[in-house]
């Protein structure tokens, strides 16, 4: 079972996710990764899912094999190199930090807030 095997009815976005996954991994990129990925959409459509499978697929070296210790840490938060941010209010504030991040409800995040990292 991989990473993406949880994203059920969203065969579009795991060919994209795995694309972007894969271009990254080459040596040098085949396209310039973005140093920030904003996964939106309504609630209870997958973007938390998404977001993990895909930070798993940046850290495995195999693109997302779901069991390696790079996808399990990614997948359950506990990766040095990928930071979840989840809103604890209305609205959220993006904090001061070089890690790769995951925001959950990235519509939360306020106009002043999106700006300042």
Known sequence: MTVWDSLVGQ???VTWLQGAAADAAQEPPVSAMSHA?????PPG???????GAFAAALMCPTG???HCDQCVAAVNGSHADVEVIRPEGVSSTIPNSRAPSAIER???ITRCAASTR
């Open 45 to 51: 459509s997958g973007r938390s899912t998404a977001a």
């Open 64 to 66: 997302g094999c779901g």
């Open 11 to 13: 065969s579009a976005v």
């Open 37 to 41: 990925w904003l996964v939106t959409g």
């Open 106 to 108: 990235p519509e939360s």
